[in-house]
């Protein structure tokens, strides 16, 4: 069955860096399109950056623009999220996701706290 696995979350001071990491099985990964999603309490769940089966079309959150970059190796089945400039705006679950025959799959996701 497919499974998303974040890592890399935790807690960093405005301005620094993190590298987010999911690791995907139970499906073809070079296949597919992949996004990384966000969710602050209270806010609904927005799109932070999307990136093609392999690699060549990216596209970002207007939030995240210039900071943020996304990667995929597709011979390690997994997806990075780069995070630069970090804000505390920043700050939410971060869940990495796929869509796939009409519905949508998600990790778990891994907490991100931008704060001083």
């Known amino acids: 069955q497919v499974q998303l696995v974040e890592s890399g979350g935790g807690l960093v001071q405005p301005g620094g860096s993190l590298r987010l990491s999911c690791a995907a099985s139970?499906?073809?990964?070079?296949?597919?399109?992949m996004s990384w999603y966000r969710q602050a309490p209270g806010k609904e769940r927005e799109l932070v950056a999307r990136i093609s089966s392999v690699g060549t079309i990216r596209r970002y959150g207007d939030s995240v623009k210039g900071r943020f970059t996304i990667s995929r190796d597709n011979a390690r089945n997994t997806v990075y999220l780069q995070m630069n400039s970090l804000r505390p705006e920043d700050t939410a679950v971060y869940y990495c996701n796929i869509q796939m025959n009409s519905r949508g799959y998600w990790g778990q996701g891994t907490q991100v706290t931008v704060s001083s």
């Open positions: 139970g499906f073809t990964f070079s296949s597919y399109g």
